[in-house]
């Protein structure tokens, strides 16, 4: 759920929002009239904000929230699994008051509107992101093998592969020649090869600043975590430090992951015992997700008609650089960029 997006407003031919209406005045828990959006989304879920009964506000407090997840398209049966899993680990998510799973509907306890992305400054972020690893650190402790789906090569190769069809192909209007695609190729394998050896926990895919919601007590509220699975230890991190939405200077991240991995280590999560290797982990994960999130970006706007995102594929193409021209093997994707968008060469760092 991402607070900060625009909503789609409701249609009045809008059939789904007549049964979600229905359900909640069977429920007697909320005022129906006061539906109001509460938060637009990236995939086929809408969220609305509705004030509580005042009889029962003591108990459910002043409003709820009403998720509509098309069963078709959405999987409420993973979003119920995973909410328990991180319920469990004492993270804080939403609780759920009500469901309706085979009409895709749900009432869930309000954590609020004021996402991460919206609060954080250079003077809280130490403090915000200290409270984020806490919550992914017990997440992460809670991991067990056969829970979650795995986050296998099939899965790594589907995600990548959205970075030649839709930021390639279709936002840059570049047809790869042979050589080209055979340069990507490669790699994608370094990075595969890469993601594939790092030990494995539980995943949220989508942990950053506007799935995390500032909260006074339990900071932070964790939402969109339906995706969730097993896989590389990094990743997580990757998503939260090395953000689309908001980026931070290099320095300022590397003692932020260092700080991670000192704790991690100390409450014996799987992490590399050598920094500088956990670093270049983390690196490699951050570029996996960047370059997935480069092709769904654009796939987001010339297939769902959602343009917003085109807004930050500029920090998402500077992270990929720099983090390309700190490493031997990942230099020719660096290329392929300046070649596709005629661009001179960057001076780096390599190690």
Known sequence: MSSSLPTTPAT??????????????TLGLVQVESRRPASADASFRRYFRLDVAPALRAKLGDTLIAMDAPPERENVPAFIHVQGLLLAAGVSVPAIVAQDVANGFLLLSDLGSTTYLQRLDVDNAPFMYSDAVDALVKFQLASEPGVLPDYDRAFIERELNLFPEWFVGKHLGVSMTPAQSATLTKVFE???ANNLAQQQVFMHRDFHSRNLMFMDQGNPGVLDFQDAVFGPVTYDLASLLRDAYVQWDEEIVLDWVVRYWQRAKAVGLPVNP??????????????????????LFCRLNY????????GDLPTVIDYVRKTCNRYIVLKPLARLLDAFEDKVPQVGYTF
Do not use: N, P, V
């Open 303 to 310: 297939r769902d008609g959602k343009s917003a995102y085109l």
């Open 274 to 295: 050598d920094i500088d290797a956990f670093y270049q982990d983390f690196e490699f994960m951050a570029l996996q997700r960047h370059l997935k999130i480069l092709g």
């Open 190 to 192: 370094a990075i595969i």
């Open 12 to 25: 009045s031919s809008d059939t789904r929002l007549t049964q979600l209406t229905t359900w909640l005045d």
